[in-house]
């Protein structure tokens, strides 16, 4: 069965950071990209970054490119987001998400629970 | 980046009823990379179309998604009540990837 758990969230005031994990079981992790999505309170959906099976290829949302890193530890199954410089704007909840990619095209299949992130002094 | 835009944003249907929800890209979208996720309150989404018109694993024949280019469809066929949620597009065809704003299926 295929699990994403997402921890490290939490309260952080404005210019602070923070780090996220996304713990993973039931597939192949190395195999597979990942992503990171958020949610800020009653709004929709926002792509946030993502990154390749091996690590060595990532993407960002403009939003956050600069100070949001995202990586991964294959050995671990654990992907990471460091985010840095804080904004009000950046709270929301963050959600891990699996890559699929078949013959006809890709999609994020898996998602986590999602981790609470508050920007506030 | 490509703007999704989705339509109604809010649909009031009763169970049994067909739902129909549109998906309008500002620009075209490979079917390959456009996926369709339900939300439901306090949930994560769940993958229901990919390509466009793939069900997802365990996804009722209920749901299904058609389209191609800048204009793609999720046709809910009989609505039941465990079906009133949140619906997003995703297209992930172009950098940065990008959701619609959503559309609301509620009871009526």
């Known amino acids: 069965e295929v699990q994403l758990v997402e921890s490290g969230g939490g309260l952080v005031q404005p210019g602070g950071s923070l780090r996220l994990s996304c713990a993973a079981s039931?597939?192949?992790?190395?195999?597979?990209?990942m992503s990171w999505v958020r949610q800020a309170p009653g709004k929709g959906l926002e792509w946030v970054s993502a990154?390749?099976?091996?690590?060595?290829?990532?993407y960002y949302a403009d939003s956050v490119k600069g100070r949001f890193t995202i990586s991964r530890d294959n050995s671990q199954n654990t992907q990471y987001l460091q985010m840095n410089s804080l904004r009000a704007e950046d709270t929301a909840v963050y959600f891990c998400a699996k890559r699929a990619c078949s013959t006809t095209g890709c999609a994020d299949d898996y998602w986590g629970q999602g981790a609470q992130v508050t920007v506030s002094s | 980046e490509i703007v999704l835009t989705q339509s109604p944003g809010t649909l009031s249907l009763s169970p049994g009823e067909r739902a129909t929800l549109s998906c309008r890209a500002s620009?075209?979208?490979?079917?390959?990379?456009l996926a369709w996720y339900q939300q439901k309150p306090g949930q994560a989404p769940r993958l229901l179309i990919y390509s466009a018109s793939s069900r997802a694993t365990g996804i009722p024949d209920r749901f299904s998604g058609s389209g191609s280019g800048t204009d793609f469809t999720l046709t809910i066929t009989r609505l039941e009540p465990e079906d009133f949620a949140v619906y997003y597009c995703q297209q992930s065809d172009k950098s940065p990837r990008t959701f619609g704003q959503g559309t609301k299926v509620e009871i009526k």
């Open positions: 039931g597939f192949t992790f190395s195999s597979y990209a």
């Open positions: 990154i390749s099976g091996s690590g060595s290829t990532t």
């Open positions: 620009q075209s979208v490979s079917s390959s990379y």
